[in-house]
């Protein structure tokens, strides 16, 4: 069973560009989170979607969208880029939200901001 | 202000020997706990969770206990083997929703 695939690995953008990353979740998963993992912050929640719905979005700017497709693949946009939101952006998947389905991650898209 | 704490970012023991790593939290919200495994360059990988509801459990050579009234759990890994050798994970999840709210880490570092 293939794992979730996030596109691209890397990329290098420059500040004020905007930037669109992809996540295919596991087949059959529903639900798509979005995480950032910098070496100040840490792992933080950006967004969840279940059913093409955000049901929950965590502490960042509107500069930070993201949606969801009817096959469950899931995409995050960031405009505007700054130096800061140079990140490890990952993506996680499970059947249905809730904590009796853990989430399986990706490997994650590693954006550079030059 | 941070919700999941895990205070030793590393950990370095002896191949055979018990690894253990702690985390606290503060929100009596949490419900829900989990522990992951990092390796570089990789996601997060999945390795054993807890409910509120339970004091321990157990999957092979990863045992995960919750002391509730203290907001602390540990995971205890025996015997270690130096393929543990990754960045270990505390999250806690609440009834709201499906999000994750992670620690900081610990690195482990299995010595053959």
């Given at each position: 069973k293939a794992g979730v695939t996030q596109t691209p690995r890397y990329l290098i953008k420059t500040r004020g560009q905007q930037v669109t990353l992809s996540c295919s979740p596991i087949s059959g998963h529903r639900s798509v989170s979005w995480y950032q993992q910098t070496p100040g912050q840490g792992l933080q929640f950006l967004f969840e979607y279940f059913s093409e719905t955000q049901r929950n979005k965590g502490n960042f700017p509107g500069r930070f969208s993201g949606r969801q497709f009817s096959n469950s693949r899931s995409e995050m946009n960031v405009s505007t880029l700054e130096l800061g939101d140079s990140a490890l952006y990952l993506c996680a998947s499970s059947?249905?939200?809730?904590?009796?389905q853990p989430q399986h991650f990706g490997d994650g898209t590693r954006l550079s901001i030059l | 202000d941070q919700q999941v704490k895990q205070n030793s970012p590393s950990l370095s023991v002896q191949e055979g020997r018990i690894s253990i790593l702690n985390c606290d939290y503060?929100?009596?919200?949490?419900?829900y706990f989990l522990w992951y495994k990092k390796y570089p360059a990789e996601g997060p990988t999945f390795l054993i969770s807890i409910s509120s509801i339970k004091d321990k459990n157990e999957d092979g050579r990863f045992t995960v206990f919750l002391n509730k009234s203290a907001k602390h759990l540990s995971l205890h890994i025996v015997p270690s083997q130096p393929g543990d050798s990754a960045v270990y994970f505390c999250a806690a999840l609440n009834n709201a929703g499906n999000m994750l709210t992670f620690g900081g880490g610990t690195r482990l570092m299995v010595k053959p």
């Open positions: 059947q249905y939200p809730g904590p009796n | 503060t929100n009596s919200m949490f419900d």
